[in-house]
């Protein structure tokens, strides 16, 4: 069984910063890609970034220049600075076993951005 637990979301102003954890537990003889999503009230979950095993990244493009994915085995951390009231959202760690293609999610964090 794998569990996800994240951690670092709150309250800040337009232009702060926050740094969101995100640990992955349990079946650690597996692989996994981990990604950040995030989802916005009345809005879809959207990707905001990717870091594979090897350390291969991806961003969505208004988060770029700004947020910084990293990883240490299966612990990822996003760094999100200058960060705007359009980041405001709950955000989501998600573990994809790249041999079963399993799915697994976080219980999601708030950020909210507001001055």
């Known amino acids: 069984q794998v569990q996800i637990v994240e951690s670092g979301g709150g309250l800040v102003q337009p232009g702060g910063s926050l740094r969101l954890s995100c640990v992955v537990s349990?079946?650690?003889?597996?692989?996994?890609?981990i990604s950040w999503y995030r989802q916005a009230p009345g809005k879809q979950r959207e990707l905001v970034a990717a870091?594979?095993?090897?350390?291969t990244t991806n961003y969505r493009n208004s988060v770029k220049g700004r947020f910084t994915i990293s990883r240490d085995k299966n612990m990822v951390g996003l760094q999100m600075n200058s960060l705007e009231p359009e980041d405001t959202a709950v955000y989501f760690c998600?573990?994809?076993?790249?041999?079963?293609?399993?799915?697994?999610w976080g219980q999601g964090t708030q950020v909210t951005v507001s001055s």
């Open positions: 349990g079946d650690t003889n597996d692989t996994f890609a």
């Open positions: 870091i594979g095993s090897p350390g």
């Open positions: 998600n573990a994809r076993s790249i041999t079963t293609y399993a799915n697994y």
